[in-house]
């Protein structure tokens, strides 16, 4: 089955820098690699997604990249803010609703004001 | 985007009553929803597979007999935690996917925190 690691377990910033988190998957059938942000006491929200048929992926402050060579791919967030401080969980599966994702165990990130 | 709503958002129970949780998908018809558990500081574990009008799958480990899934609509899947123990504390939080739309994935609900005293 597919098995994903993500680092760093804390990420601890200060306004305005930047954050970046690394997540590695094992499974080569895996196309769809969704980000989630989980705020203290609710559930995950999902805040950017990228599909294998593409290397990068951004929304304003927050972009995704892939490398599908290495099977790794990575969040990063610039000019932090500290409404961004949350847990941030990344996911592999393959596309489609029958199949389920597998998480990381999620990084802490903290950003300091 | 989709909406889920999970109810109630915390529940403390004493030990050995049971639990129901529910699951609505607000805007969207879902065939298919999840159950996840997550302890504090943990990453989501797959409990269920709920599927509408049939028996929900579970993923090894887990009891069906003490996590009772129920999905009778279209918009509503139920987790009943039965004869409750304080082990069994923890965040529940279900997903759903719409059903019949290409290439679109789950939303999660935000979640249910369960403390059994």
């Known amino acids: 089955g597919e098995n994903v690691e993500q680092h760093p377990s804390t990420l601890s910033v200060q306004e305005g820098d930047s954050a970046v988190i690394k997540c590695t998957y094992s499974?080569?059938?895996?196309?769809?690699f969704p980000w989630y942000k989980q705020e203290l006491g609710k559930g995950p929200q999902l805040i950017i997604d990228i599909r294998s048929n593409v290397g990068e992926k951004k929304d304003q402050r927050i972009a995704v990249t892939l490398n599908k060579t290495a099977k790794h791919f990575s969040l990063h967030i610039t000019e932090t803010q500290p409404e961004d401080s949350a847990v941030y969980f990344c996911?592999?599966?393959?596309?489609?609703?029958?199949?389920?994702?597998?998480f990381g165990r999620g990084t802490s990130l903290i950003v300091h004001p | 985007g989709a909406v889920v709503s999970q109810h109630p958002s915390w529940v403390i129970c004493k030990s050995g009553t049971s639990v129901k949780i529910e699951c609505r998908s607000l805007?969207?018809?879902?065939?298919?929803m999840f159950w996840y558990r997550q302890f504090p500081k943990q990453s989501l574990m797959l409990m269920a597979t709920?599927?509408?009008?049939?028996?929900?799958?579970?993923e090894q480990g887990v009891e069906k007999d003490k996590f009772l899934i129920n999905h009778a609509s279209l918009t509503l899947s139920t987790l009943t935690v039965t004869s409750a123990h304080p082990e069994d504390s923890s965040f529940y939080i279900c997903s759903a996917r719409e059903t019949g739309v290409m290439n679109t994935e789950a939303f999660f609900g935000q979640g249910t925190r369960l403390t059994v005293v």
């Open positions: 805007d969207f018809q879902a065939t298919t």
């Open positions: 996911a592999a599966k393959i596309s489609g609703g029958s199949y389920i994702p597998t």
């Open positions: 499974d080569s059938a895996s196309n769809y």
């Open positions: 709920s599927n509408e009008g049939s028996k929900a799958t579970y």
